[in-house]
């Protein structure tokens, strides 16, 4: 089984040409690439100045259209990939093609790298859901990057560590909360905070509701639409979702 071997990584390396599951994107050359755009990401918000210059230069940049697959589940691509612009899902289908939706990627979130640590294909499935602008970094300038930066290598570390709380909340969520339970869960979560009300901004489709909370679409609509007439939930005249009551 192939791990990440940091002890012998190369002083020089190329950048990784698309492998399979990268979709058939348009790339941009390394130098479209400027240190600045890594300034704002938390990921490498740490690194000095002239390494962010390194780390630039060897990234490729691919732009990834909405419903567009960035990373195929059980496949490998050999690269960390960071989200500079766009929004994406992570999630998993099982053998007869039924998607759950893991979890939301948003600008400045990073994904792949716990196959460059295991060696092990992806776990999930990424997507983008609108025009993504995504960076990508090599295996061998990764593992460069985490033995000769601590505040990297803390980073990779914290990000990891949200991925486990995350996903120790949605086993609690699936194992013992109830359906509506987990709906009004998953809406408090996609709502945001606007003028004194919680406004979901975004159209959540019914069957995507389901991909979230792990349910059928026909139970979801069920539930919805008695939680619409108990009040819990109304839509405004902008077609957003207003939640009225968190419980």
């Not at 071997?5 to 190369?10: E, L, N, S, W």
């Not at 300034?39 to 060897?58: C, K, N, T, Y």
Request: with cysteine; glycine share 10%.
């Amino acid at each position: 089984m192939k791990h990440l071997q940091v002890a012998q990584v190369r002083t020089t390396h190329p950048c990784p040409a698309p492998g399979p599951g990268l979709g058939s994107t348009s790339a941009w050359g390394a130098d479209a690439l400027h240190a600045a755009m890594l300034q704002d990401i938390p990921l490498f918000s740490g690194l000095s100045a002239s390494r962010r210059e390194l780390v630039a230069g060897s990234m490729r940049v691919k732009m990834f259209q909405g419903n567009e697959q960035i990373v195929a589940q059980g496949g490998t691509s050999g690269a960390l990939f960071v989200l500079q612009k766009g929004h994406a899902v992570a999630y998993r289908t099982d053998p007869l093609g039924r998607e759950f939706i893991v979890g939301d990627l948003r600008d400045g979130d990073h994904f792949g790298e716990m196959s460059l640590v295991d060696g092990l294909p992806h776990s999930t499935g990424v997507r983008a859901t609108q025009r993504c602008l995504v960076l990508m970094l090599s295996e061998a300038d990764f593992a460069r990057c985490l033995v000769s930066d601590q505040g990297f290598c803390l980073a990779v570390l914290q990000g990891l560590t949200r991925r486990l709380h995350h996903a120790t909340t949605t086993i609690h969520s699936l194992a013992l909360l109830d359906v509506r339970s987990r709906i009004v869960q998953k809406l408090a979560e996609l709502a945001d905070e606007v003028d004194g009300r919680w406004v979901i901004r975004r159209r959540v489709s019914r069957t995507e509701l389901a991909k979230r909370v792990g349910a059928s679409r026909e139970m979801v609509s069920r539930i919805l639409v008695d939680m619409q007439t108990s009040g819990l939930c109304a839509p405004d005249k902008d077609g957003c979702l207003v939640l009225t009551r968190l419980s």
